[in-house]
């Protein structure tokens, strides 16, 4: 397993000097020049000239990539344009408290899409299956802002029970977490109910049951682990999407983390911010896929790591 993790490791190296190198191309040929983003539109041009020789800006691109690089590696990702600050430690600062809002938001969507999806398979047909299948397909289709805008109408401003915006504690991240977890579970739902059943209509199913296996362990013990691969890897792709959707979340919530900074430093012009932002998020989804399929071993024992 060692070996293997060694070897994917060494496979993402490349993935992320390319998404590096997307990253810093794009910003790099972005409107906009940061030095007079600091120094405001009427400062004079020696000033301006001055400022982006001390940040580098002047330098050629090659030379700002390679040396934009050669930071990264070593955690640094410069200074902010708009706070005066270093990049990691304005992530430090942010990424908790996105990191709590995608658990909470990934407990809620894995608690209501996999028991949901389960109990509509083994009813299909039912008023349940029905009713499991139009909210899936709703949750899909709405807008998270839009939901998120709805449950602030409905929570906060009309019932008082939950705050609307901003962070001071576990209470302000309901409405998000809710908003985010209603959207993504529609997928988990949806695979869960077609993966389980696929297994279901299986011989070795028919078999337990023939053999007077009870209910409940034929669809814990046989039907769930059997399906259980598909549903992983679409609990897995959700991360990217909830990380996604945290942007969009934040901004309605007005909740500080890494997706509010992010809206704030491209609109800004921020580019060091952004960067780092777009090297971050990829590591966490490239992270996540690793850990997926470490998951499989333990899940399906049939499947070997090479």
């Known amino acids: 397993m060692l070996k293997y993790i060694s070897k994917r490791i060494i496979y993402l190296i490349p993935v992320l000097i390319g998404i590096v190198f997307l990253v810093f191309t794009i910003m790099y040929f972005s409107p ?14 020696e000033q301006v000239a001055a400022l982006r020789h001390e940040l580098g800006l002047d330098l050629p691109y090659y030379q700002q990539l390679f ?48 028991p949901v999806g389960i109990l509509s398979a083994v009813k299909q047909y039912s008023v349940i299956d029905a009713f499991s299948v ?28 939950l705050p609307s915006s901003g962070y001071e504690g576990v209470k302000w991240l309901i409405l998000p977490s809710i908003t985010l977890g ?11 109910r077609s993966s389980m059943l696929e297994v279901l209509g299986t011989d070795y199913i028919r078999t337990a049951r023939a053999k007077g296996v009870q209910e409940r362990g034929v669809i814990v013990a ?6 259980a691969l598909p549903v992983i890897t679409a609990i897995s792709l959700q991360i990217g999407p909830m990380l996604g959707g945290a942007v969009v979340t934040e901004t309605v919530f007005a909740y500080p983390g ?36 470490l998951i499989y071993t333990v899940v399906d024992p049939r499947i070997k790591l090479k």
């Open 32 to 45: 906009g020049d940061p030095a007079k983003l600091i120094l405001g539109d009427r400062a004079p041009e």
């Open 67 to 114: 040396n934009y690089i050669k930071n990264a590696i070593h955690g640094d990702f410069g200074n902010s344009y708009q706070l005066r600050m270093p990049v990691w430690d304005i992530i430090k600062l942010r990424f908790p408290l996105t990191l709590q809002l995608t658990t909470f938001t990934m407990l809620i969507a894995v608690l209501i899409g996999v």
């Open 134 to 161: 139009i909210f899936a397909l709703l949750m899909a289709s709405i807008p998270a802002f839009w939901l998120g805008m709805l449950l602030m109408l409905l929570f906060s401003l009309n019932l008082g029970w």
């Open 182 to 192: 209603f959207i993504n579970c529609a997928t988990i739902m949806r695979m869960t």
């Open 222 to 227: 046989h039907a769930l682990r059997n399906a």
């Open 258 to 293: 890494m997706g509010r900074l992010a809206v704030q430093a491209i609109n800004n012009r921020d580019f060091t911010v952004v960067q780092a932002f777009v090297v971050v998020m990829a590591v966490i989804i490239v992270s996540i896929n690793l850990i997926t399929d």
